[in-house]
């Protein structure tokens, strides 16, 4: 008698940053540099599944989620066209983003398809179509160089229950604003954290938008009086009136808004209204002005208007994640002390031509053009 063996197919998101999820603290990781070197860490491990998580998915669909920090949601009819796929892993992370989890939005080519065994392993089909999706796999396959491998070695790492209790935390914040796309939401804080001041600031304004539009369904439209006037009703819901600079004067005047989040509301609709009329990037004081008014409003809402600094923390965290600062801007100078490097790579990086270390005679190269002139 043999055993059926059932498989799952499945769309699997490799989201950066790079990172583990463990069951447990008990889930132990630990390859050696020997191991590193030569391939011999357990690759079967990064196949995974450390755990399923309900993110209201139809009966009896679940998200896995894989010890090497992957995600995969069932091939069901629900995700015919991919990129529906896309938005269902993007509001997940959105939700872990208001939990106090970040991991960057994904597109179309952080997805490949993937088959779940019943043992909770999983395989990837098909080549990838991006770069970070194809290392991932290559630490799986074993495949990927040496130096790839290092990332291996002691890797950042999250626990599940971390991970699901960030979910439910931002969840519940996000039920209390029923018309905030969590999508949006992720975008724009992945764009800003990556210097995409641009797509930030759109994606930000258009949250924005969405919370206004929530206060003002819920404190203005949901209060009218009940006295009879021909028309008010309609009036009050003509988006084509009571634009977005609009409905902020009238939340200001009933106190709901102060004047901080008002003025940097207004920096955030100008700064957006420019880019759209002019083409040029915006500035990155706009986009933050407009990150740092997100994230007020959603803690005045979440607070039921007690206070709009519910997420100051996490504004700062995530602002703190930006690489582009950190590589380029950043003027303190690091002391180097070989006793805290772990290991070394023993590979020389090869000279070129105008580097100290370059022979002359060793051979000829081409300079391309004169230099002189």
Request: with cysteine.
């Amino acid at each position: 008698m043999t055993v059926k063996k059932i498989i799952i197919p499945g769309f699997i998101a490799s989201p950066l940053p790079f990172r583990l999820i463990k069951r447990s603290e008990k889930d132990n990781w630990s390859p050696s540099i020997e191991d590193i070197n030569k391939h011999t860490y357990d690759y079967v491990r990064l196949h995974r599944v450390s755990g399923t998580m309900d993110i209201g998915l139809e009966k009896p669909y679940t998200l896995a989620v894989t010890f090497d920090g992957s995600f995969i949601l069932p091939a069901i009819k629900k995700y015919e066209e991919i990129t529906v796929a896309v938005d269902e892993f993007n509001n997940f992370f959105g939700c872990l983003l208001l939990g106090g989890i970040f991991t960057q939005a994904v597109d179309a080519t952080f997805l490949q398809k993937c088959i779940v065994y019943k043992s909770y392993y999983f395989e990837t089909r098909f080549p990838p179509i991006n770069s970070f999706v194809e290392l991932k796999n290559s630490f799986r396959h074993k495949h990927s160089s040496v130096k790839d491998n290092i990332i291996l070695y002691k890797s950042d790492y999250i626990l599940l229950t971390d991970l699901m209790d960030a979910y439910k935390n931002g969840k519940l914040h996000l039920d209390k604003i029923k018309n905030l796309s969590p999508s949006f939401l992720i975008k724009g804080t992945t764009a800003f954290i990556n210097n995409s001041f641009a797509e930030s600031l759109i994606n930000n304004w258009l949250s924005i938008e969405q919370i206004l539009d929530n206060i003002w369904q819920t404190k203005i439209l949901k209060t009218i009086p009940s006295v009879s006037i021909s028309g008010r009703n309609d009036f009050l819901k003509d988006n084509r009136t009571w634009t977005s600079a609009a409905k902020a004067e009238m939340l200001f005047q009933l106190n709901l808004i102060d004047s901080i989040i008002y003025n940097k509301i207004s920096i955030a609709r100008k700064a957006r209204n420019y880019f759209v009329h002019t083409g040029e990037n915006p500035s990155k004081s706009d986009a933050e002005t407009a990150f740092i008014s997100l994230f007020s409003l959603l803690s005045l809402v979440v607070s039921e208007f007690k206070t709009s600094t519910l997420f100051s923390e996490l504004i700062e965290t995530y602002k703190n994640l930006d690489p582009i600062k950190r590589n380029f801007y950043d003027k303190k100078k690091t002391e180097f002390k070989v006793e805290e490097v772990d290991v070394w790579l023993d590979a020389p990086i090869p000279p070129i031509p105008g580097s100290d270390k370059w022979e002359d005679a060793k051979y000829p190269y081409d300079l391309g053009f004169d230099f002189e002139k």
